[in-house]
């Protein structure tokens, strides 16, 4: 593990990604943030740029990218702008049962990273990461003790006694 990127390190699967960069999902502006402030960062390998680079050609995501207006070479900009490049890790303990996704947790595994993804096969591995020192979630909110600074604080009725 590269001790500069420790207790800072994160990696998107990229359903996340694509949050971020593309579908501007409100859900996704803390980590926006929290990227941009660099309280965290976003390693990447180049594997999971190229997945990106193709998903974005997928029939599903071409409308979505006309409808923002972005080309495929813009978030590719964006991608490259908001990531940090780094070698592909070894392979992690934790196994996926999907192999494309096995990456993100290499790396997580490889960077003691917080690991964010929509996919069930890599949620499904939570409990054995957190044996590697790996949390993973949803979303960047769900992901961190610390409380995204916009974010208001749940009813009285959520919050449990006083």
Not at 106 to 128: C, H, I, N, P, Q
């Amino acid at each position: 593990m590269n001790e500069a990127y420790a207790g800072r390190a994160l990696v998107l699967d990229t359903n996340i990604a694509l949050d971020l960069l593309l579908f501007a999902d409100p859900a996704a502006e803390p980590l926006a943030r929290a990227l941009e402030a660099g309280r965290h960062v976003w390693l990447a390998t180049p594997a999971m740029r190229e997945e990106f680079r193709r998903v974005l050609d997928y029939p599903q995501i071409v409308p979505r990218r006309r409808f923002h207006g972005l080309e495929a070479a813009t978030l590719l900009e964006r991608y490259d702008a908001a990531s940090h490049s780094v070698a592909p890790a070894p392979r992690a303990p934790v196994v996926c049962r999907d192999a494309d996704d096995q990456k993100f947790i290499d790396l997580a595994v490889a960077y003691r990273a917080v690991l964010l993804s929509k996919d069930r096969a890599v949620l499904a591995t939570r409990r054995r990461l957190v044996a590697h020192g790996v949390r993973a979630a949803r979303d960047y909110t769900a992901g961190f003790p610390e409380p995204a600074p916009t974010l208001s604080p749940p009813p009285l009725a959520e919050r449990g006694p006083a």
